[in-house]
């Protein structure tokens, strides 16, 4: 493509030093003879490779090939490991190498034609093993048995050849590093030993035959060069220029020739490797993108290492150049940001987002700290921080530390103030001055990214390293990618949480907040939102007190998971308790509940089961529509389901039927409604997580019913839909109250018996230090009933403890009110006083077909009989 090297930034210093040679007409330098890949070699830590090969019967390992420097020298010897070194000044057979290091003499070291298949060199073992098996000088030392001396600090690995099950050989490589192989310098030799294992493939009338070494580092397509940075020169091998799409009569040896056909845009980040002021890093990675003249574009890996002489100025750079798509890499462009929107996608809270953030970026960058923060009006609310822990943030963090997480003022930190103003990525290298709040975050290099979404900036994204660290071209590009795709999701999942939070404001509102205490029992709830979607559901549940010995437990599910759904639920939650409390029967709660979500004009239903318990006498009425059925537990420890005759859902037919079902329940018996969210899912059969829930009720300890409840709860992993469940242990009441009734007959003298009948029952009952206030209070009530209402009157009594209890019921719904004024001229109204004043208790309540007004008295203590005085003087002496 026509580019013009001069106009290219950062070129002009390489070029100044070609200035003094193009001047005197001399022609450029000629290329430097280079075995083919010996550089590749050398850069992966391998100053020699060599190819063994079984022998004849696979008795041994003899040696095929070798590469890298010349390949016999005298004075070499062989060694159990396959390598050693040679007295000096004597002779040994066998080809070899002289392995060498900048600035240290030539160290003489042999490979054996041949080794023993059942000996225990490094070859043998990596050939019978089938592992590599890479060697340090201290582990090498060992192999020697102790004859190696440490100053040769040598590496070696061993790499076994095979392919389809078949071993072909081994592939042993020596390196002059004292720390042993890289990582990334092993990953590249094996992919070199699969390289040449690929050439070994031959069958058993045509045995391999080198070359083979420099063929598969051909196929490996790796490029070498070496760079003078004080004259430009650069020496290029020929697979570097394949690489980069120039022919080698084109290539003059000057920089800007190597990179004509570089992407203007990578040119900055390419320079500055290709260009070291200093020598700040032993080794740099970038990838960058060349257009070949065809048109075609293509990633290419650049990995170099700095040489640098004594006064830290560098010397010459050594690198290599791959085709992405051979060099083994964590993750490319492409990938991270199809995974981290993909990651993002999935993450619905704030939390989910930051922990995507941290995966997404520290790892793969190689950070120490990344910091997410939300913007809210002028502070910073972070949402993580990693490392989590203060002593890992600078002091300015650490200082501020809340309960979870540091929150600031943006105004105190005005790098970050300006790049959220901007919306603008800013990326500071190592050395660069920062104000108190962010010093230390990146001594290495600090990345700071405004995130921003629908126009504005929701947060900020803080990346920063200790150790210097360079941004590639590519490196920001993908941060800025990044920066979009995390304030996007920070804004839905803040929206999600908004929604999260009044949705669980709602469900909070719309169920029992406590349950009450009960004489006879103990019930225990719990509820479990659903994990996807909007978290407020249609399960509910209630405990309803009818009566001093009557309880209603009840227990429904309302179609979907929306805010009507969760309408409907309290809705008919609130129904239902006020049909119970009116004194209903079950059948005809559960009826006049069915009617008025019917009358609601709604498409949802709704599924229930209602139970009505005698507390005194354990018997149950169970009336079932549409719902699951009752679990009980028995007192020995089995476990059943109630064989409850069902109806219909409610809203589904106005005159449905809704039968009642009677069980009786002895003292210990634990009862169970569950809606599904419990007992189905969608990898779950219902009659399978029945089983399981009965299971689970009938290994739990009933003597404490909250454990109980959460044992049943199981593995909230699957848990699809809301979950509501309701337990109560019956117990059965210690002290029965002790009742009588009586109908009052309308006759002139009604309130004269209702008295007797009052008088007689007290007398009866050995209480009566009572009989005067309750006397009282029964003949205003009855007189009340009698005057103001129509229709039978009923008068009961109940003794519970000291506590006397009198109840008249009429037919008239309407409550009796208490007179706002009396005066002396007042022909009635005092009687609710009297009985108000007498009593220690006293309303009224709706009972089905009109209402009960209530009182509650107190049985005095009997006095102490009077001391005789006899007695008194004996005591005291006194008369």
């Given at each position: 493509m026509?580019?013009d090297?001069?106009?290219?930034?950062?070129?002009?210093q390489l070029?100044a030093?070609?200035?003094?040679?193009?001047?005197?007409?001399?022609?450029?330098?000629?290329?430097?003879?280079v075995?083919?890949?010996e550089?590749?070699?050398?850069?992966?830590g391998a100053?020699?490779?060599?190819?063994y090969?079984?022998?004849?019967?696979e008795?041994?390992?003899r040696?095929l090939?070798?590469a890298g420097?010349p390949?016999?020298?005298?004075?070499?010897?062989?060694?159990?490991s396959g390598?050693?070194?040679?007295?000096?000044?004597?002779?040994?057979s066998?080809?070899?190498?002289a392995?060498?290091?900048?600035?240290?003499?030539v160290?003489?070291y042999a490979l054996?034609?041949?080794l023993?298949?059942?000996g225990?060199s490094?070859a043998?073992?990596?050939?019978?093993?089938g592992?590599?098996?890479?060697?340090?000088?201290?582990?090498?030392?060992?192999?020697?048995?102790?004859?190696?001396?440490a100053a040769?600090?040598?590496?070696?690995g061993?790499?076994?050849?095979g392919?389809?099950?078949?071993?072909l050989?081994c592939?042993v490589v020596?390196?002059a590093s004292g720390?042993g192989f890289?990582?990334?310098?092993?990953?590249?030799?094996?992919r070199?030993?699969d390289?040449?294992?690929?050439?070994l493939?031959?069958?058993?009338?045509r045995?391999?035959?080198?070359p083979?070494?420099?063929p598969?580092l051909?196929?490996l397509?790796?490029?070498s060069?070496?760079?003078e940075?004080?004259?430009?020169?650069?020496?290029?091998?020929?697979?570097?220029?394949?690489?980069?799409?120039?022919?080698?009569?084109d290539?003059?040896?000057k920089?800007?020739t190597?990179?004509?056909n570089?992407?203007?845009?990578?040119m900055?980040?390419?320079?500055s490797?290709?260009?070291?002021?200093?020598?700040?890093?032993?080794?740099?990675e970038?990838?960058?993108?060349?257009?070949?003249p065809t048109?075609e574009?293509r990633?290419?890996t650049?990995r170099?290492?700095v040489?640098?002489?004594s006064?830290?100025?560098?010397?010459?750079?050594?690198?290599v150049v791959?085709?992405?798509?051979v060099q083994?890499?964590?993750?490319?462009?492409?990938?991270?940001?199809?995974?981290?929107?993909a990651?993002?996608?999935?993450?619905?809270?704030?939390e989910?987002?930051?922990?995507?953030?941290?995966t997404?970026?520290?790892?793969?960058l190689?950070a120490?700290?990344?910091?997410?923060?939300?913007?809210?009006e002028?502070?910073?609310?972070?949402?993580?921080?990693?490392?989590?822990?203060p002593?890992?943030?600078?002091?300015a963090w650490?200082?501020?530390?809340?309960s979870?997480?540091?929150?600031a003022?943006?105004?105190?930190?005005?790098?970050?103030?300006?790049a959220?103003?901007?919306?603008r990525?800013?990326?500071?290298?190592?050395?660069?001055?920062l104000e108190?709040?962010?010093a230390?975050i990146?001594?290495?290099?600090?990345?700071?990214?405004?995130?921003?979404?629908?126009?504005?900036?929701?947060?900020?994204?803080?990346?920063?390293w200790?150790q210097?660290h360079e941004f590639?071209?590519?490196?920001r590009?993908v941060l800025?990618a990044t920066?979009a795709?995390?304030g996007?999701?920070?804004?839905?999942?803040?929206a999600?949480d908004a929604?999260?939070?009044?949705?669980?404001m709602l469900q909070?509102?719309l169920l029992?907040?406590?349950?009450?205490?009960?004489?006879?029992?103990?019930?225990?709830?719990?509820?479990?939102?659903?994990?996807?979607?909007?978290?407020?559901?249609?399960?509910?549940?209630?405990?309803?007190?009818i009566s001093?010995?009557?309880v209603a437990?009840?227990?429904?599910?309302?179609?979907g998971?929306s805010?009507?759904?969760?309408?409907?639920?309290?809705?008919?939650r609130?129904a239902?308790?006020a049909y119970?409390?009116e004194?209903?029967p079950?059948d005809v709660v559960?009826?006049?509940?069915?009617?008025?979500?019917?009358?609601?004009?709604?498409?949802?239903?709704?599924t229930?089961?209602?139970?009505?318990?005698d507390?005194?006498?354990?018997?149950?009425?169970?009336?079932r529509?549409?719902?699951?059925s009752?679990l009980?537990?028995?007192p020995?420890?089995s476990t059943?389901?109630?064989?409850v005759?069902g109806?219909l859902?409610l809203?589904v037919?106005?005159?449905?039927?809704?039968?009642?079902?009677?069980v009786?329940?002895?003292?210990?018996t634990v009862?169970a409604l569950?809606t599904?969210?419990?007992?189905e899912a969608?990898?779950?059969?219902?009659?399978e997580?029945?089983?399981r829930?009965?299971?689970?009720?009938?290994?739990?300890d009933?003597?404490?019913t909250?454990?109980?409840?959460?044992?049943?709860?199981?593995?909230?992993?699957?848990?699809?839909?809301?979950?509501?469940l309701?337990?109560?242990?019956?117990?059965?009441?210690t002290?029965?109250?002790i009742r009588a009734?009586w109908?009052?007959?309308?006759?002139?003298?009604?309130?004269?018996?209702?008295r007797?009948f009052?008088?007689r029952?007290?007398?009866?009952?050995?209480?009566?230090e009572a009989?005067?206030?309750?006397?009282?209070?029964?003949?205003?009530?009855?007189?009340n009933?009698?005057?103001?209402?129509?229709?039978?009157?009923?008068?009961?009594?109940?003794l519970?403890g000291?506590?006397?209890r009198?109840s008249v019921?009429d037919?008239?719904?309407?409550?009796p009110?208490?007179?706002?004024i009396?005066?002396?001229e007042?022909?009635?109204?005092r009687?609710?006083?009297l009985v108000?004043?007498?009593?220690d208790s006293?309303?009224?309540?709706p009972?089905?077909g009109?209402?009960q007004?209530?009182?509650e008295?107190?049985?005095?203590?009997p006095?102490?009989?009077a001391?005789a005085?006899?007695?008194?003087?004996?005591?005291?002496?006194?008369?």
């Open positions: 026509p580019h090297g001069r106009a290219r930034a950062g070129v002009s070029r030093s070609e200035a003094g040679a193009a001047g005197t007409g001399s022609p450029p330098p000629a290329r430097e003879a075995a083919p890949g550089r590749a070699l050398a850069f992966a100053t020699l490779a060599a190819v090969v079984p022998g004849a019967g008795q041994e390992l040696l090939e070798t420097l390949a016999s020298r005298p004075g070499l010897s062989a060694s159990p390598l050693s070194k040679s007295k000096r000044g004597h002779p040994a066998g080809p070899g190498a392995l060498s290091r900048p600035g240290h003499a160290t003489p054996p034609e041949r023993p298949l059942p225990g490094p043998a073992q990596a050939y019978r093993t592992r590599p098996l890479w060697l340090n000088p201290a582990a090498l030392a060992a192999y020697e048995g102790g004859t190696a001396p040769a600090q040598l590496s070696l061993a790499l076994p050849l392919a389809e099950g078949r071993r050989g592939l020596v390196g720390d890289e990582t990334e310098q092993q990953r590249f030799l094996e070199y030993a390289a040449v294992a690929a050439l493939r031959a069958g058993p009338d045995p391999p035959s080198p083979l070494l420099g598969a051909r196929a397509r790796v490029g060069f070496v760079l940075p004080d004259t430009g020169v650069i020496d290029a091998d020929d697979m570097l220029l394949e690489l980069v799409g120039i022919t080698p009569d290539f003059d040896g920089a800007d190597l990179l004509a570089a992407l203007p845009e990578d900055h980040a390419l320079m490797v290709l260009e070291p002021s200093i020598p700040a890093f032993a080794r740099r970038l990838e960058f993108r060349v257009r070949h048109g574009v990633w290419l650049l170099c290492r040489a640098a002489r006064d830290d100025r560098p010397q010459r750079l050594l690198g791959t085709a992405t798509s083994r890499r964590s993750a490319d462009d492409v990938s991270r940001i199809q995974w981290l929107t990651a993002l996608d999935d993450a619905t809270t704030v989910d987002v930051g922990q995507v953030v941290v997404a970026l520290r790892e793969p190689a120490d700290r990344v910091a997410l923060a939300e913007l809210r002028d502070r910073l609310v972070v949402i993580v921080l990693d490392p989590p822990t002593a890992a943030w600078p002091q650490s200082s501020e530390w809340r979870e997480w540091p929150d003022s943006v105004r105190a930190l005005p790098t970050l103030q300006l959220l103003r901007d919306g990525m800013d990326l500071w290298p190592a050395g660069t001055p108190p709040g962010l230390g990146g001594a290495g290099g600090l990345a700071v990214l405004p995130l921003p979404a629908k126009g504005g900036i929701v947060g900020v994204c803080l990346v920063g200790d210097p590639a071209t590519e490196e590009s800025t920066a795709l995390i996007q999701a920070l804004e839905r999942a803040h999600y929604e999260q939070e009044l949705a669980t909070r509102s029992p907040r406590r349950l009450p205490e009960l004489p006879g029992g103990k019930a225990v709830a719990r509820y479990l939102p659903a994990r996807r979607g909007l978290q407020v559901g249609g399960d509910w549940y209630d405990v309803i007190v001093e010995d009557r437990l009840v227990i429904g599910d309302v179609q998971h805010a009507g759904a969760a309408t409907i639920m309290g809705q008919m609130t239902v308790r119970a409390v004194g209903h079950p559960v009826s006049h509940a069915n009617r008025l979500l019917v009358g609601m004009e709604t498409d949802l239903f709704a229930c089961c209602y139970v009505e318990l507390m005194e006498e354990g018997n149950a009425l169970f009336v529509a549409g719902h699951l009752p009980v537990r028995h020995d420890g059943e389901e109630v064989e005759e109806g859902p809203g037919l106005a005159e449905a039927e809704f039968p009642m079902t009677a009786a329940l002895t003292p210990g009862l569950v599904d969210g419990l007992v969608a990898d779950l059969p219902l009659d997580g029945m089983d829930t009965r299971l689970a009720l009938a290994a739990a009933p003597a404490d909250g454990r109980m409840a959460d044992a049943l709860l199981g593995d909230e992993g699957r848990r699809e839909d809301d979950v509501a309701l337990l109560l242990r019956y117990d059965g009441m002290a029965r109250p009734g109908v009052v007959w309308r006759l002139p003298d009604a309130v004269m018996h209702a007797r009052t008088a029952t007290l007398r009866g009952w050995k209480v009566e009989a005067d206030g309750v006397l009282l209070v029964v003949s205003e009530l009855v007189t009933a009698l005057v103001h209402t129509q229709g039978p009157v009923r008068l009961d009594l109940i519970r000291d506590l006397v009198v019921s037919a008239s719904p309407r409550a009110a208490k007179p706002v009396v005066d002396w007042s022909t009635g109204g009687g609710l006083l108000e004043a007498m009593s006293f309303g009224s309540v009972v089905a009109g209402k007004v209530w009182s008295i107190r049985v005095p203590p006095e102490p009989a001391a005085p006899e007695s008194r003087t004996q005591r005291g002496g006194l008369p």
